[in-house]
């Protein structure tokens, strides 16, 4: 195996569509084994430990404070039961300056909150969960953009001492530095509003959405401003998980998803780092577009869950934008054989890796167990074997 470049150079060649010594492999949200005995929250360790594996890992940097509530807003929380409801209702309210924002839960025995509700979950999209969202006209957009407030003086000397030491631990190590997770615009309007509203919206009350997705952008703007201002990330992710085409048609998206991205890469783009777009499935109508608003890395592509062509998506996109996935984790490494994981890395290499813009791994998250039956489980060995087969063929020229 080759490895004549620094994991982050591997990887910058590969965003770069460059083909490099190898094909970088990588793994996002990866748990460790208890022989490891590193939590996976530690990521500097972590980090360590896969640079022993030979692999490509990234340092994931975001402020700790990010969307911090406006010190004006006053925040209630109640239980009940009411007649009719088969379950206690959780109700949540933000007294802003602008007005009251409310949103009612159902505290089904699933809800993994106790007598709390978050202001965004993927537990509160659907309706049968959601009795109100938090916004659902535009006096309740008004109220939200209130929300939350701007970073203090101590806010922004505490990210860029956080900052610092990543940098110098990341230029320690040759790794690679990738800017937040929690930049998004359609998940913030689905855990906002659920994803039948937002629907309705852009045909019934197109204005109504279109104001909802600027509050939303202009936040996430100065969150990536945040982000750039320290200089250590080399990319920043959006994630769009809600912004797919199984949800969206190519028109809609373009329409009320696409501009505002394009602002978003612009100044991803002015601050000297690249664009990541966090989108796993329902990508195919949409390649195109992601290639025209400036996607430099698309994280996502897998032929599984995400119903995805890799040849093809190589084929329209290849040269322009930078694929990183090609695997499937929950079902691929959760309950594959060693044969079925060492074919589709060999599928995933060959598909994608020609040319280079290619960085392989397992979509999505590696959580670590044994259980078969528990969908999303991955045992450790799967991973090494997806490691041990990508050795035997990640070299260039592939």
């Known amino acids: 195996m080759k490895n004549r470049l620094s994991s982050k150079d591997r990887l910058l060649a590969a965003i770069n569509n460059e083909e490099a ?13 208890e022989n490891y005995t590193v939590p996976s929250s530690n990521q500097f360790e972590a980090v360590d430990i896969f640079l022993k594996l030979g692999i490509d890992p990234m340092l994931y940097l975001h402020p700790d404070n ?26 949540k309210e933000y007294r802003t300056p ?37 916004i659902e006209n ?7 953009s209130n929300l939350f407030d701007e970073p203090t003086e101590k806010d922004l000397e505490t990210f860029g001492e956080k900052a610092e030491r990543y940098k110098r631990f990341a230029e320690e190590r040759g790794v690679l530095i990738n800017g937040s997770m929690t930049i998004s615009l359609g998940d913030i309007a689905a855990w906002s509003c659920g994803i039948d509203n937002l629907i309705l919206w852009s ?46 048609s190519p028109r809609l998206y373009k329409t009320f998803f696409a501009p505002r991205l394009r602002k978003m890469i612009e100044l991803v783009h002015k601050g000297g780092a690249k664009f990541c777009y966090h989108n796993t499935t329902g990508i195919m109508p949409a390649l195109e577009i992601f290639r025209d608003i400036g996607v430099d890395i698309l994280y996502g592509p897998e032929p599984v869950e995400g119903n995805v062509d890799l040849q093809e998506t190589k084929d329209r996109v290849g040269e322009e934008i930078c694929l ?3 695997m499937n984790a929950p079902v691929t490494l959760g309950i594959g054989t060693p044969e079925e994981i060492e074919k589709g ?28 039956k528990i969908c999303g489980l991955i045992p450790w060995e799967s991973v090494e074997c997806m490691i041990e087969a990508w050795r035997k063929v990640c070299d260039y020229p592939v």
């Open 21 to 33: 010594d190898r094909v970088p492999l990588t793994f996002r949200d990866t748990q460790l084994p």
């Open 66 to 91: 990010a969307w911090k509530f406006n010190a004006d807003v006053k925040i209630n929380i109640r239980k009940e039961n009411v007649t009719g409801e088969k379950y206690p209702l959780l109700s």
């Open 98 to 134: 602008r007005g009251v924002l409310k949103q009612v839960v159902r505290q089904t025995p699933d809800w993994p909150d106790g007598d709390n509700v978050p202001l965004w979950s993927d537990f509160m999209v659907p309706k049968s969960r959601s009795v109100k969202y938090l």
């Open 138 to 144: 535009m006096d309740d957009v008004e109220c939200f």
């Open 203 to 248: 045909f019934r009350k197109p204005a109504l959405l279109h104001k909802l997705l600027d509050v939303i952008l202009e936040w996430n703007l100065k969150y990536v401003q945040q982000i750039l201002e320290t200089g250590a990330a080399d990319s920043i992710t959006c994630r769009g998980y809600y912004e797919n085409m199984d949800i969206w």
């Open 324 to 326: 990183w996935g090609g």
């Open 345 to 372: 890395v060999r599928e995933a290499v060959q598909a994608l890796a020609p040319g280079g813009g290619f960085i392989l791994s397992a979509m999505e998250s590696i959580i670590l167990g044994h259980d078969p």
